[in-house]
């Protein structure tokens, strides 16, 4: 039995594509390996090698360097909260904390109770603009407020009552690939250029 279902190496193999270099499909692959067996398993990331044809060593190499991978099991819910300047000098470590009271952990990676939620604190997530910002399931969340951290929270433990979802940040949604089973999508029909003359 392998790691990854076929359908998730399926789209792993798919990626290279999409890069003018093959190996930039590391980052969106292991994203994707990390998403379905909730962290990253040596037999996981062997396995996104071989879909990839890259060697093991860098594959598990890049795994380590980036905090956003993780070796250990994380929670089902992960808030990557900015705490580079902008996001500080927004309430970033205000943010931090009501996080880790909300959901009952005292540092970085510990996992709730239930299950459910972890934290980590990250660097500049690009979109400083709406600090303080953080990423949580595959989506940017900005201008954050204990009120909003709380609500997110609450859908999380509740997901028959979802409210309504922010678009993921554009910079994310070129990096990731479509969310599995859900439809990619369709450019949108370029408009014609009239002949002058
Ligand atoms: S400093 Fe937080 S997104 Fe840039």
Do not use: W
């Not at 003018?20 to 990331?45: F, I, K, N």
């Not at 540092?107 to 972890?118: Q, T």
């Not at 929270?153 to 940040?169: D, F, G, K």
Request: hydrophobic share 35%; proline share 8%; aromatic share 6%.
């Amino acid at each position: 039995m392998t790691a990854l279902s076929e359908h998730v190496l399926e789209e792993i193999r798919e990626l290279p594509a999409k890069y003018p270099q093959p190996r930039s499909a590391v980052m969106p692959a292991l994203d994707l390996a990390q998403e379905e067996a909730g962290y990253l398993t040596a037999e996981a990331m062997s396995e996104v090698a071989a879909a990839l044809k890259l060697d093991p060593g860098y594959v598990e190499g890049v795994a380590t360097f980036y905090t956003l991978f993780h070796l250990q099991p994380i929670g089902k819910h992960r808030f990557y909260v900015c705490t580079n300047l902008s996001c500080t000098l927004r309430g970033a470590n205000e943010i931090v904390e009501h996080v880790k009271g909300a959901i009952g952990v005292h540092e970085g990676g510990e996992l709730s109770k239930d299950g459910l939620f972890s934290y980590e604190e990250v660097e500049c997530l690009g979109a400083c603009e709406y600090a303080p910002v953080m990423r949580l399931d595959h989506r940017y969340e900005k201008d954050l407020t204990p009120n909003k951290i709380d609500s997110l929270i609450a859908e999380r433990r509740s997901p028959a009552t979802p409210s309504a979802v922010e678009l993921p940040h554009p910079a994310l949604r070129a990096d990731l690939p479509a969310k599995r089973g859900g439809e990619k999508p369709k450019p949108k029909p370029r408009a014609r250029k009239r002949k002058s003359g």
